[in-house]
Nanobody
């Protein structure tokens, strides 16, 4: 069974950092594009970052650009989302997802077909 499992969420104070991990089981991430999404209360789920299979293209939402960094370690079948300078408005459930679609990556939900269960991130003092 193909699964993605997120970890690393938690409670952090404004200005702090968290690093989310997303590990696959039952399949390899080597040839897939990866996306990180978040569900903020009261808002639609949005794509915050993506990384293509080649590791040479990334895209970020304006709201996180310069603060968040997506990366991958294919040897560990794991992708990461390093989140710095966190703000209360970053609070939400964060999901990773994979797709084989495209040479570059995108942040649109419909192109992703395998999703993790989500990790809660809470930014509060």
């Amino acid at each position: 069974q193909r699964q993605l499992v997120e970890s690393g969420g938690g409670l952090v104070e404004p200005g702090g950092s968290l690093k989310l991990s997303c590990t696959s089981s039952g399949f390899t991430l080597d040839y897939l594009n990866i996306g990180w999404f978040r569900q903020i209360p009261g808002k639609l789920r949005e794509g915050v970052a993506c990384l293509n299979r080649g590791g040479d293209f990334t895209d970020y939402a304006d709201s996180v650009r310069g603060r968040f960094t997506i990366s991958r370690d294919n040897a560990k079948n794991t992708v990461y989302l390093q989140m710095n300078s966190l703000k209360p408005e970053d609070t939400g459930i964060y999901y990773c997802a994979t797709t084989a679609s495209g040479r570059l990556c995108g942040r649109e939900e419909p192109i992703y077909d395998i999703w993790g269960q989500g990790a809660q991130v809470t930014v509060s003092s």
